[in-house]
């Protein structure tokens, strides 16, 4: 499971590490060397966590960038499905192996392992497409958002807390995330529907390779979708006691994307029982395309009453 944990503790060596830099280099893997079993080796760096457990975004983005690595450039991912299986160590680096499933005439399909001390901690399966023509519709971005602009951003609503917690929230993040309603991150005091949105956007331009912005937007899209569920209950992410964390994730890339340009994502949770919650999302540009669409379950447990 990818728990949903206060973000990197931060050292005065890091403090001066550009955000969006940091992001590159954790989605650089390496080729370990040219090892091979009957998968495709590579390896990733972690980013380091206080509760020492790596963010269930950074293993997203990093599986997908090894399993692009197997698969031809003209193919784009357009789908995956992944299980976060056990809490991985931010003070390791990580495996992933790869299995070329199947390569047809249109579509691609990789399964890529997450490893750490020989056990997988996530398991995703991912398909890629051969550009093609067909059929077009989507639905309609919201009407009533305020622009990015004229929302406060992560900085400025934490930047000014002495706490190492709120400044890296602030500070370190590779991402600027302004929420439409009321954030959660110390107190639950907008509406109790549950949905939320926010606008984000990474903090410096990123390349000009698809593939990095498309797995940028997988790691982005595990920030806030879960709040979905905390909102109707009253809940913020310092409520004493609670326990969340990511179980699954599936993802769509409906069109193309860039992560350096703000972007819309919509939540909502149909559903929250047994301790579980069910969230969706949908990613819109400022042109109003519906860019990709995602789905997570997560765990919340809190203390009894």
Known sequence: MAEHAPAPDVTSEEQGKDPTAALLEL????????????????????????S????????????LIAAMRTVEPSRDVHSMHAYFLRAGDADQPITFGVQRLRDGRSFSARRTHAYQNGVPILSMIASFQEPDDGIVHQDTMPTDIPDPESLPSTAELLGGFDHPVARAWAFERPFDIRHIDAPLY??????REARNAVWMRSLAPMPDDPDLHRAALAYASD????????????????????????????????????VDDWLLYVQSSPSASGARGLAAGRIYNRRGELVASVAQEGMVRIPPA
Do not use: C, K
């Open 223 to 258: 920030y806030t979708l879960l709040e979905s569920i905390l909102r109707p209950h009253g809940l913020s992410w310092i409520q004493p006691g609670m326990s969340v964390a990511s179980l699954d994730h599936a993802m769509w890339w409906h069109r193309p994307v860039r």
């Open 52 to 63: 020492r457990r790596v963010f269930g975004g950074q293993v997203l983005a990093q599986s």
């Open 27 to 50: 989605l650089d893997l390496s080729s370990a060397d040219g090892a091979q079993t009957d998968e495709e080796i590579f390896v990733g760096a972690s980013a380091r966590q206080p």
């Open 186 to 191: 110390v107190a639950n005091e907008g509406s």
